[in-house]
């Protein structure tokens, strides 16, 4: 049996320790996978700062991650599209309610993982490049394609040529990047918001038109662009992007509003054990910004409804995304992983300081640690 070893967090606001771990054969329909690469999300690094105000059903040890790459080294007994030895991308759901939360958490050596959240590699692709992928764009296609979101066609199903489109607020974020490519494929105009300095990388990956987000006359650009155009819907992404994202969707007509990230940043709450008026005013903030965002939005016959990224698991998006369209798009190179990946480090010992180094923030980049 192999020897598996784990970043784990032993307690609320710890930092995570590299220690010894059982190794877990797969269910019928999952596989194991031996990790190359792992990248970080913000969830872990929430979960980090802010104890059990986040995941408070983990146990601790908890092992975080979501996103891994490596080999295929054993298979459940259900599990057709994949063979020992295969390179792979995948989405380690350790995390969520329900799970097997040792075994299928990211930041190990080995990770069971379901097989209908995971997609061959090319052989041109390497594990760091690819590991930025999963998390970012299971809650792209989360908001964008399911039903109870913005309800989008899947791509292939018809072409669109553009006659409709989609607003991404926050178009250089891992999820924006990954919603951008996404709704291109699926044959929708899209427009999205950044930084200047990321208007032109945002384009190549299919956006039609990319406006500053911090430019005062930004709502009414994007709704001039789109006068006369069909908006299906509007993506926030990012802390602060609800308030405008709904706003965008007043002006262009549109109906329903995907938000993937709170009014609040978590990223400046101290670490450390014990009441926090920092977390209790960020509780509160959460709270009220929410009851005005969802008042203004029903005032005008918008849905505005947060998006979670593990929920394609439960319907038709997930099969859509893993099985049908990633293993060919990344193929012929219709999909691109992105945001690049910064390696930051090598070994399980590395994971907290690329936490860190996520925590201080990153542009148009995925952190990374090799294994």
Same mark, same amino acid.
């Given at each position: 049996?192999?020897?598996?070893?784990?970043? &784990?967090?032993?307690?609320? $606001?710890?930092?995570?320790?590299?220690?010894?771990? *059982? +190794?877990?054969? *797969?269910? !019928?329909?999952?596989?194991?996978?031996?990790?190359?690469?792992?990248?970080?999300?913000?969830?872990?690094?929430?979960?980090?700062?802010?104890?059990?105000?986040? +995941?408070?059903?983990?146990? %601790? *040890?908890?092992?975080?991650?979501?996103?891994?790459?490596?080999?295929?080294?054993?298979?459940?007994?259900?599990?057709?599209?994949?063979?020992?030895?295969?390179?792979?991308? !995948?989405?380690?759901?350790?995390?969520?309610?329900?799970?097997?939360?040792?075994?299928?958490?990211?930041?190990? #050596?080995?990770?069971?993982? =379901?097989?209908?959240?995971?997609?061959?590699?090319?052989?041109?692709?390497?594990?760091?490049?690819?590991?930025?992928?999963?998390?970012?764009?299971?809650?792209?296609?989360?908001?964008? $394609?399911?039903?109870? =979101?913005?309800? #989008?066609?899947?791509?292939?199903?018809?072409?669109?040529?553009?006659?409709?489109?989609?607003?991404?607020?926050?178009?250089?974020?891992?999820?924006?990047?990954? @919603?951008?490519?996404?709704?291109?494929?699926?044959? +929708?105009?899209?427009?999205?918001?950044?930084?200047?300095?990321?208007?032109?990388?945002?384009?190549?990956?299919?956006?039609?038109?990319?406006?500053? %987000?911090?430019? !005062? &006359?930004?709502?009414?650009?994007?709704?001039?662009?789109?006068?006369?155009?069909?908006?299906?819907?509007? $993506?926030?992404?990012?802390?602060?992007?609800?308030?405008?994202?709904?706003?965008?969707?007043?002006?262009?007509?549109?109906?329903?509003?995907?938000?993937?990230? *709170?009014?609040?940043?978590?990223?400046?709450?101290?670490?450390?054990?014990?009441?926090?008026? @920092? #977390?209790? =005013?960020?509780?509160?903030?959460?709270?009220?910004?929410?009851?005005?965002?969802?008042?203004?939005?029903?005032?005008?016959?918008?849905? @505005?409804?947060?998006?979670?990224?593990?929920?394609?698991?439960?319907?038709?998006?997930?099969?859509?995304?893993?099985?049908?369209?990633?293993?060919?798009?990344?193929?012929?190179?219709? $999909?691109?992983?992105?945001?690049? !990946?910064?390696?930051?480090?090598?070994?399980?010992?590395?994971? =907290?300081?690329?936490?860190?180094?996520?925590?201080?923030?990153?542009?148009?980049?995925?952190?990374?640690?090799?294994?």
């Amino acid at each position: 049996m192999p020897i598996n070893s784990a970043a &784990t967090l032993g307690s609320p $606001f710890a930092r995570l320790m590299v220690g010894p771990a *059982p +190794y877990t054969s *797969p269910g !019928a329909d999952q596989i194991v996978i031996r990790n190359r690469a792992v990248a970080i999300n913000p969830l872990d690094t929430i979960k980090q700062s802010t104890g059990n105000m986040m +995941y408070g059903w983990l146990p %601790y *040890p908890s092992v975080l991650g979501e996103d891994v790459a490596g080999e295929v080294v054993e298979v459940g007994t259900a599990v057709t599209r994949f063979a020992v030895g295969d390179r792979v991308v !995948a989405f380690a759901v350790g995390m969520e309610k329900g799970r097997d939360h040792a075994a299928e958490g990211g930041f190990q #050596l080995h990770t069971v993982v =379901q097989s209908d959240l995971a997609a061959p590699l090319p052989d041109t692709m390497t594990f760091e490049e690819a590991v930025v992928i999963p998390l970012g764009v299971s809650t792209a296609a989360s908001a964008l $394609f399911q039903k109870d =979101q913005i309800g #989008l066609r899947h791509p292939g199903s018809a072409p669109g040529h553009g006659r409709e489109a989609v607003v991404v607020w926050g178009g250089s974020t891992s999820v924006g990047i990954n @919603a951008i490519q996404l709704a291109a494929a699926a044959g +929708y105009r899209v427009v999205a918001t950044a930084s200047p300095h990321n208007h032109g990388y945002l384009r190549s990956l299919g956006a039609s038109d990319v406006f500053d %987000y911090r430019s !005062a &006359t930004v709502v009414d650009d994007i709704a001039a662009a789109l006068s006369g155009v069909r908006v299906a819907g509007v $993506f926030a992404v990012g802390t602060g992007s609800a308030e405008p994202a709904v706003a965008v969707a007043i002006a262009t007509g549109a109906k329903r509003v995907s938000l993937a990230s *709170p009014s609040v940043s978590f990223a400046k709450l101290p670490r450390r054990t014990g009441p926090s008026l @920092a #977390l209790v =005013q960020l509780g509160l903030g959460m709270v009220t910004g929410n009851v005005a965002l969802q008042v203004r939005a029903r005032r005008h016959g918008i849905r @505005a409804k947060y998006v979670w990224g593990s929920s394609l698991m439960t319907n038709e998006v997930g099969p859509m995304l893993w099985a049908d369209f990633l293993p060919a798009a990344l193929a012929d190179g219709r $999909f691109v992983p992105a945001p690049a !990946a910064e390696v930051v480090g090598s070994g399980l010992e590395s994971i =907290q300081a690329a936490m860190d180094t996520h925590s201080r923030g990153v542009s148009a980049r995925k952190v990374v640690v090799s294994l």
